[in-house]
């Protein structure tokens, strides 16, 4: 069994490539291997995150200018926006990650920040664009890693200098982080990965926010939460959103942000099969 979705054999050898070849690196984030995982994102989405952000918090668009550097490198591909001008629906995905992120707990300056699966970086490029954070580290494959130091590499030391990549399998320190992030990838791990996650990540972290996303071989909800549980995050809860992919929720905790307790047959699980809840 694969470890997760993105341990498919084709997509980490092309993030070593890609890490390694100047013209694979030139244009990885429009390739067909990559964005089986990543970078799939069209114009219509990037009016939906536009969407999003501007009900949740339209200050972040005064500072798109600065965001748009994460489209420098890569090739991303880039589409016009009324307002915003020329951006990718990849990087306005990431900036409705970090509004998602200040909306639950408000500023990270000075913050341990751990992400659960770091893709090239994009996410961890903005939070640094935007806070003076303490550090950034990111879990993910080796070759993962290598396109992640790749990328932020080629903005300079601002960005090396707060990263720390790791991989779950050699991670023997016991650190604590004040918030852990996943944006999909935690959820699609399989079982015996998320309980080492949750034992060496997620446990030791004071805060989190977890975007869920169904895959079968992995925790269901009910006992995803449980598992949670027991690791006494403090105001553990979940969140539904207004999504046009099924079954995609949040779960977090010590949010600022009021959370929904418990499962419940309203709302974003009344149409999961009853044996999978």
Same mark, same amino acid.
């Given at each position: ?61 005064? =500072? ?89 590499? =080629? ?109 419940? =047959? ?12």
């Amino acid at each position: 069994m694969k470890s997760s979705v993105s341990d498919n054999l084709k997509y980490p050898e092309f993030c070593q490539l890609a890490s390694e070849n100047d013209d694979v690196f030139n244009s990885f984030r429009q390739n067909s291997i990559y964005q089986e995982i990543l970078e799939h994102f069209n114009y219509k989405d990037g009016l939906r995150f536009i969407a999003e952000i501007t009900n949740e918090n339209p200050k972040l668009l005064n =500072e798109v200018n600065v965001f748009k550097t994460n489209d420098i490198f890569g090739g991303a591909a880039i589409e016009y926006y009324e307002n915003l001008g020329f951006i990718s629906p990849s990087t306005l995905h990431y900036v409705g990650q970090l509004s998602y992120l200040e909306t639950y707990f408000g500023d990270l300056t000075d913050k341990h920040i751990v992400e659960i699966g770091g893709g090239y970086g994009g996410l961890c490029k903005l939070v640094i664009d935007r806070y003076n954070i303490a550090s950034y580290t990111i879990f993910d494959l080796k070759p993962v890693n290598a396109l992640i130091a790749r990328y932020l590499g =080629e903005y300079g030391t601002k960005y090396l200098s707060k990263i720390k990549l790791e991989v779950l399998e050699n991670y023997k320190e016991d650190k604590t982080f004040d918030l852990c992030i996943s944006n999909c990838a935690f959820t699609e791990c399989a079982p015996k990965i998320q309980d080492n996650y949750l034992n060496k990540v997620i446990a030791k972290s004071s805060k989190g926010f977890i975007l869920y996303n169904i895959r079968l071989d992995s925790y269901p909800p009910a006992i995803l939460l449980s598992k949670l549980e027991n690791c006494q995050l403090k105001g553990l809860g979940y969140s539904p959103l207004d999504n046009p992919l099924p079954y995609v929720f949040i779960i977090a905790w010590n949010s600022i942000k009021k959370l929904k307790k418990h499962l419940s =047959e309203d709302g974003i699980f009344i149409n999961f099969p009853r044996n999978y809840i």
